[in-house]
């Protein structure tokens, strides 16, 4: 079970970015994937987690409409589209899974992480 996350970078205020969440090892279709982020001296939080039926839960409260979870089961992959960024968006970015149809908040309950890529939100 192996995922990747790529598509972080350096952003102005006010903008988007789309990132991906790649998966290899295993079949996306049955299985919710979470996205986290992990800002410097923060802890890691939830952002939002989608779940094999296309349902999103979304778990951060920071996400307020700007943040939308999409997967292509035809890639095996995940995206999450990040719109009206703020610089207080700046963290390291990861999608994880536990290889089961449930959300969990608590990302100690996830075995499996991307890598994470960087997104800085400034001018």
């Known amino acids: 079970v192996q995922l990747q996350a790529s598509g972080g970078g350096l952003v102005q205020p006010g903008g988007s970015l789309r990132l991906s969440c790649a998966a290899s090892g295993f079949t996306l279709d049955y299985y919710a994937i979470h996205w986290f982020r992990q800002a410097p001296g923060k802890e890691r939080e939830g952002i939002l987690c989608l779940r094999p039926n296309d349902g999103s839960e979304y778990h951060g409260d920071f996400v307020e409409g700007r943040f939308t979870g999409s997967r292509d089961n035809a890639k095996n992959t995940v995206y999450l589209e990040m719109n009206n960024l703020r610089r207080e968006d700046t963290a390291v970015y990861y999608c994880?899974?536990?290889?089961?149809?449930?959300?969990?908040?608590?990302?100690?309950?996830?075995?499996?992480w991307g890598q994470g890529t960087q997104v800085t939100v400034s001018s």
């Open positions: 994880a899974t536990d290889v089961r149809p449930d959300c969990y908040k608590d990302p100690g309950l996830y075995d499996y």
